[in-house]
């Protein structure tokens, strides 16, 4: 491609024109796909997947186990929000423009994009959700995770980031998410754990037919005292299911 040739010692701007260059050889209607995909779609399916994960917690387990973590999907939106906080003086520090605004030929799939390109916002809110969810359960957050990676290669695809944006963007939420959870799981558990002691909103931390099976059980009230700190992931079993 053009871009190879002209900015072939550029590894960050080679790899650009690469995957953009999918979005020229793609029919129109897959790059309609792609952008509404790596605008808004992405993100609504990892919504989708921290609801499931909440359902699956609220029903499974013990009742701290279930404190913990819904404390940690609870953390996750958060972690994306500080994420991006810290990312704006960054971006105004760097300044470095769009892309398209440097490079001629690419293919770019969003207008009005004027704003600074490192880091990519996307590419951050996208991982440090994806690692808030993985802290709280190792299977739903590997699915957000590979969900995280595929919201950069979109952004790199749309031609409105550079690869090195979107990979500062998952280290910057890769750090804000684990670097804070200690903090951020011992203001939030006992927040949780008292919700989950409330006779209508502890259901949001732990379902009707598992509360009864913790008092047959002899579990008492719900809301347990784990150790803070980051959680470790609850494991993938049999029990487990979505």
């Not at 921290?50 to 913990?68: I, Q």
């Not at 990312?87 to 470095?96: A, D, H, L, S």
């Not at 009005?112 to 359960?137: E, L, P, Q, R, W």
């Amino acid at each position: 491609m053009a871009g190879l040739v002209l900015d072939g010692s550029n590894p960050d701007v080679s790899l650009l024109y690469d995957i953009n260059g999918l979005a020229k050889e793609a029919p129109s209607w897959f790059d309609r796909v792609m952008e509404f995909v790596g605008e808004y779609g992405i993100m609504l399916a990892m919504v989708l997947v921290a609801l499931g994960c909440w359902w699956s917690v609220r029903k499974r387990g013990s009742a701290e186990d279930s404190v913990t973590a819904v404390a940690g999907l609870v953390w996750a939106p958060l972690a994306a929000a500080v994420a991006l906080l810290i990312n704006i003086p960054i971006r105004e520090f760097v300044k470095r423009p769009r892309p398209f605004l440097d490079h001629k030929g690419l293919d770019v799939l969003v207008d009005g994009k004027t704003d600074f390109s490192f880091v990519s916002d996307h590419a951050t809110m996208a991982m440090a959700i994806g690692v808030g969810v993985f802290v709280a359960h190792r299977k739903f957050g590997l699915v957000t995770i590979g969900l995280a990676l595929l919201e950069g290669f979109c952004r790199v695809y749309m031609g409105v980031h550079y690869p090195t944006d979107v990979i500062g963007g998952f280290a910057l939420g890769t750090a804000v998410a684990l670097l804070l959870t200690p903090l951020a799981i011992a203001l939030l558990t006992p927040l949780v754990s008292s919700v989950s002691r409330s006779a209508r909103l502890g259901l949001l931390v732990r379902s009707r037919a598992a509360r009864e099976a913790d008092r047959t059980a002899g579990g008492g009230t719900v809301g347990g005292t784990r150790t803070l700190g980051i959680p470790e992931p609850r494991p993938d079993d049999n029990n487990l299911a979505a």
